[in-house]
């Protein structure tokens, strides 16, 4: 990962981690590194201030893909790697979580490309660069449909009914931190 990942909760961590493993064995997923990937992913975006944690020049957070690739645009190097990284966690956790959020305005296929876009330029980035992790970035975009139905069927059995689809919401709100 290149990005440090905050955790607000310390059982976050263990539960989502719990719920990774069951999905990835219900589902039959094998795992080359993605369900730790996607248990940190989880653990931080169980908050969504982290989920729209790039902010723009006033101080105010991108909430579109389409203000995350305007952002993207402008920034080179290091930033625009961390960048893409957040581009591509935040179309896989919104098609994964947010899919019926996303339908009603039409944009599914548009987080699903992009973020698959950018999970392949992190790979070749890292790749060039010489940095490690260019594997699990290129077998994020590869599996990225894939992933996104792990974490809608995630969402949908094992956080369940009291799930609002509202991403301003916190995630970390349904989930009962005492179960881990």
């Given at each position: 990962?290149?990005?440090?990942?905050?955790?607000?909760?310390?059982?976050?961590?263990?539960?989502f981690?719990?719920?990774?493993?069951?999905?990835?064995?219900?589902?039959?997923?094998?795992n080359?590194?993605?369900?730790?990937?996607?248990?940190?992913?989880?653990?931080?975006?169980?908050?969504?201030?982290?989920?729209?944690?790039?902010?723009?020049?006033?101080?105010?957070?991108?909430?579109?893909?389409?203000?995350?690739?305007?952002?993207?645009?402008?920034?080179?190097?290091?930033?625009?790697?961390?960048?893409?990284?957040?581009?591509?966690?935040?179309?896989?956790?919104?098609?994964?979580?947010?899919?019926?959020?996303?339908?009603r305005?039409?944009?599914?296929?548009?987080?699903?490309?992009?973020?698959?876009?950018?999970?392949?330029?992190?790979?070749?980035?890292?790749?060039?660069?010489?940095?490690?992790?260019?594997?699990?970035?290129?077998?994020?975009?590869?599996?990225?449909?894939?992933?996104?139905?792990?974490?809608?069927?995630?969402?949908?059995?094992?956080?369940?009914?009291?799930?609002?689809?509202?991403?301003?919401?916190?995630?970390?709100?349904?989930?009962?931190?005492?179960?881990?």
């Open positions: 990962m290149i990005s440090k990942r905050l955790i607000p909760h310390p059982k976050l961590k263990q539960i981690g719990w719920f990774v493993k069951k999905t990835f064995h219900d589902l039959e997923i094998r080359g590194g993605e369900s730790s990937y996607l248990t940190d992913l989880l653990s931080e975006f169980a908050r969504s201030e982290r989920v729209f944690k790039v902010l723009d020049a006033q101080g105010r957070p991108l909430r579109t893909i389409v203000e995350l690739l305007e952002a993207r645009q402008k920034t080179e190097d290091r930033q625009g790697i961390e960048l893409d990284q957040h581009i591509g966690d935040y179309s896989l956790f919104m098609t994964g979580f947010f899919v019926e959020f996303l339908r305005g039409g944009f599914v296929n548009l987080y699903r490309e992009e973020g698959m876009r950018a999970y392949w330029r992190l790979s070749n980035e890292i790749r060039f660069s010489g940095m490690e992790g260019s594997r699990l970035f290129g077998d994020l975009a590869a599996d990225f449909d894939r992933l996104s139905a792990a974490l809608h069927y995630l969402r949908n059995t094992y956080i369940g009914k009291k799930w609002v689809d509202d991403p301003s919401k916190d995630v970390a709100e349904v989930i009962p931190l005492h179960r881990a």
